[in-house]
């Protein structure tokens, strides 16, 4: 019984896998039916009736046969054969033949996709060829204006081109002529080579109306102006040379004579209305000229610089040896005062040989001014670099001088620092004198000797001749650190006497009740009366605060009540 319902529900499971594969491939098979209908209701007819209305001769004639017959032949060879091989795929689902359905929808696929291909292929060059027509006749209309613009304005200012005026009319008749060559190929229906045609013939067109725009502007530029300049600047070369100028290193005679074989060049080039060859050297020949105008401009501000430079050169030169002989004197007077190491009383010397060095080189280029046998411009470069070294001198003088000034300042204000120093260890005593301390430990003591020593060390110091400034600024820092110890540790011990003075009175009041308290005071008054407040107060507190934990906050009230009282 059991075997026979596990069949029934096998055969069960069976049906319905076959048929829910059954309806899959259906479905599969009505999308490739669809694709059919989609291919068979393409609008290729439609589209094949605009050729009709073209010339029907030559190339479009080929070209429609051509593509009327593969239309022909997808319509009724192609897709009736797919309608077969879908009648004998659904024929396999029905059998449950399922591997050769599959092949047969894989084969259907191949064929749709080819055909899709072919129909694709055929309308684009059916929209190209038609639409060639419409773009050569839009184009052609273009073209012909400018042909029909550039022959008036070749006629009208026959006079501005020259010797490009023959061939200008050749080019122009060149094109004329193939725009009978585009009749005639429109005429036989060769749309697609009349588009080649149009194309070139806009090329060409273009070049021809650029060659014609810049041909009036190039010939004049190279003919007049800028020979014109030429012969300006040889003009002004020969000139400046009756002057004095020395222009040797600028070969001008050469770069000029260089430049009008290029203008002759160009004028050749032009001629034959190779046009864009002489817009991209020219731009070069014009920053040479430039470039040649600013060279002769350069000599004439160098001579003028030169004058205005060369007087005041020398009167710098003369100040800077009257300054340097001053801060010779000047270094002298320093060192009967103050203490100079070997570095910084030769800073004088030094600066002599290199003024030395100096004036020897301006003697060298001022000599050569007034030969006048080199050029302004290397001349006026030779003064400038001189005038640069005087103002490095010039500026190692200032600070050299400031150095010696600073010297008195410091010593004032060492001086000064000392009198501060005097007033905050006379402070320091009245303080310790006003808290009514009992009596000083001897750490404290032995801060109050180094405070003075280090003091008296600087007196010392500042009694010497030559007055070491180093030695005097080192000693001054450590007795400035001295003080600065001493005043804080007297806070600390006036604030110790004061605290250990209250915990000792606040702790009496436990002396009778606790033994070890009573015991601990004692000790604390002992350290007091020793002097060795630190210790009495951290004894004291230790007592108190074993037995009044709340002792540190009740202190810390009694001592605020103080404050304000």
């Known amino acids: 019984m059991e075997f026979v319902i596990g069949t029934f529900l096998l055969i069960i499971i069976m049906v319905t896998i076959g048929f829910l594969m059954k309806r899959k491939k259906y479905q599969v098979v009505d999308q490739l039916d669809k694709r059919k209908i989609e291919i068979m209701n393409r609008p290729v007819a439609d589209e094949l009736k605009k050729v009709k209305k073209l010339n029907m001769t030559g190339q479009t004639e080929e ?36 591997r050769k359905a599959q092949e047969i929808m894989r084969q259907i696929e191949e064929s749709l996709d080819s055909a899709e291909e ?44 020259g010797k490009t005026a023959p061939i200008l009319e050749i080019k ?59 012969d300006e600047l040889e003009e002004g070369y020969k000139e400046m040379e009756k002057q004095g100028y020395i222009l040797n290193h600028l070969q001008l005679d050469k770069e000029i004579a260089r430049i009008r074989k290029e203008l002759d060049l160009y004028k050749d080039l032009i001629a034959k209305t190779e046009v864009q060859e002489v817009e991209d ?48 004197e000047e270094t002298q ?63 190692e003088q200032e600070r050299f001088a400031e150095f010696l000034g600073n010297l008195r300042k410091d010593e004032l204000a060492a001086r000064d620092k000392l009198e501060e120093l005097r007033r905050m260890i006379h402070e320091s005593h009245r303080k310790v004198a006003k808290s009514n ?47 600065e110890v001493l005043n804080q540790k007297t806070d600390e011990l006036i604030e110790q006497v004061f605290l250990a003075e209250k915990v000792i009175q606040y702790g009496n009041r436990y002396r009778s009740q606790y033994p070890n308290v009573r015991e601990k005071l004692i000790e604390a008054e002992k350290a007091f009366r020793n002097y060795e407040f630190s210790e009495a107060l951290e004894q004291a507190a230790a007592a108190v605060e074993k037995v009044d934990p709340q002792f540190l906050k009740k202190l810390s009230d009694l001592l605020n009540m103080d404050g304000k009282d």
């Not at 032949?73 to 091989?85: G, M």
């Not at 072919?118 to 073209?143: A, F, H, T, W, Y």
């Not at 060769?190 to 041909?215: G, P, Q, S, T």
């Open 63 to 98: 070209l429609f046969e051509r593509w009327r017959q593969t239309w022909d032949e997808i319509i009724t060879t192609e897709l009736p054969a797919i309608d077969e091989k879908l009648i004998d795929a659904e024929s396999c689902i029905d059998k449950y033949r399922f």
């Open 118 to 161: 072919k129909i694709d292929n055929l309308l684009q060059e059916l929209n190209e060829l038609v639409g060639s027509e419409e773009k050569n006749r839009r184009d052609m209309e273009e073209i012909k204006e400018k042909y029909r613009s550039a022959r008036k304005r070749l006629l009208a200012h026959r006079h501005t081109y």
């Open 172 to 230: 122009l008749d060149s094109l004329s002529s193939q725009f009978d060559q585009f009749e005639e190929l429109t005429a036989e229906g060769n749309y697609l080579e009349a588009r080649e045609l149009v194309l070139n013939l806009k090329e060409e067109m273009a070049d021809l109306l650029h060659k014609m725009e810049r041909i009036p502007v190039l010939i004049p530029e190279c003919t007049s102006l800028l020979p014109s300049q030429l």
């Open 281 to 328: 050297s020219l731009n070069e020949t014009r920053e040479n000229i430039d470039l040649l105008y600013e060279l002769l401009e350069k000599e004439v501000k160098a001579k003028h610089d030169i004058i205005q430079n060369n007087n005041q050169t020398f009167e710098l030169l003369q100040k800077l040896k009257k300054n340097n002989r001053k801060l010779k």
């Open 333 to 395: 007077l320093v060192q009967e005062s103050y203490h100079l190491v070997d570095e910084q009383i030769d800073v004088p010397k030094k600066l002599d040989k290199e003024l030395s060095l100096l004036e020897k080189r301006y003697e060298i280029v001022s000599s050569k001014i007034f030969a006048k046998q080199s050029a302004y411009s290397l001349l006026n470069d030779d003064l400038m670099e001189i005038r640069k070294s005087i103002e490095s001198l010039q500026e």
């Open 437 to 483: 301390v009992p009596g000083l430990p001897d750490s404290y003591k032995s801060l109050m000797e180094d405070a003075s020593e280090r003091i008296n060390e600087v007196i010392q110091c500042l009694q010497m001749k030559p007055l070491n400034m180093n030695q005097v600024q080192d000693k001054l820092e450590l007795a400035v650190e001295a003080v």
